[in-house]
């Protein structure tokens, strides 16, 4: 009897607690927490789409000799050569991403235009019947520069074949190739973060670190019909083709920190986003360009596939 009163009034304190006890309500400060992550993703994807326009554009920079083929029994047999070329990516504005919680340009501001550079290092050699065949090499090394929280480097590589079908005193130089390239390679950015913003009313303030890295593993196929003519000293020449490609570009953007309301409440933030896109799988190829030289050869290259421009540079020589 006695335990039966026991358990009772046990019963009856335990629903007691249960009827006044109500969930803890998330403050302004948490609310601002689970909102980052998708913000975080939005511009990390944000980001990755111009990169993932141009990779395939980028991975062919180089290739800068005219149409006229080396030739192992005549000459010239054999080219080598180093130079870089620059691929001109259109940026969007970082500002015209609007996000509930987090500001995309508080503390990084990409230029409308960003300038990608690849140096190369080329070599031809000349085969028979009309052909000749090329490597090209581009490569950066792990660059690291801690005061400005950058990091990088990248290797690509490329192999070409062409086949010269017409050639004359009073007629152009034109010839067909065919190339594959490779190109893979990470860069990093890291930077603090102290943003104000406005959120469910109230001010938000964000201190903390965050880091974007991009990492990108992409190859090509193309085909270009080259035409050109040497004046001596002289060698205009273009080309127009396609590429094929494939791979994968991602971008992730990670960090942490603290956020305290004008409520005063805080919350602890962390965040990893990261998102994943192709290389457009087909696109034009167009290239405008004169050599100048004999013996020692300098060429000033423009290409583009119709969206990126992009210029390149190289010195040869040939014997």
Known sequence: MFS??????????MAVGL??????????????????????????????APFSRSMGFITTLGWTTPPGI?????????????????DLMNFP???????????????ITIPSVLPFPVPVATARIGLMNGMDFGLRLAY?????????????????????????FMDGKYLPTMSVGMSFDSFSGELSVATNVNQTSTYQ????NLVGTTSYALNWNVKSFGAKLEVGKDLGILYPFGAIGFQRNSGGITSSLTGNGTVTM????????NFVASTTSAPNVFEPKFVLGIDIGQGLHWAVVGE?????????TSFRIQF
């Open 4 to 13: 039966t009163q026991i358990w009772r009034k046990t019963f009856l304190l």
């Open 19 to 48: 009827w006044g006890a109500s969930p803890l309500k998330a403050t302004t400060a948490d609310n601002f927490a689970q909102q980052v992550q998708p913000d975080a993703l939005a511009i990390a994807q944000y980001v990755n």
């Open 70 to 86: 080396f030739d192992l029994a005549f000459g010239p047999r054999v080219e080598v050569g180093v130079g870089i070329g620059v």
């Open 93 to 107: 504005s970082l500002s015209s991403l609007s996000l509930p919680a987090l500001a995309a340009n508080t503390n």
């Open 140 to 164: 950066l090394p792990m660059v690291a520069l801690p005061d400005i929280g950058f990091s990088g480097d990248f290797v690509g590589w490329g192999l070409n074949l062409r086949y010269k």
């Open 201 to 204: 009313g109230q001010t938000a």
């Open 262 to 269: 004008s409520d005063s409440s805080t919350a602890p933030i």
């Open 304 to 312: 583009s596939n119709g969206v990126d421009i992009a210029g390149n």
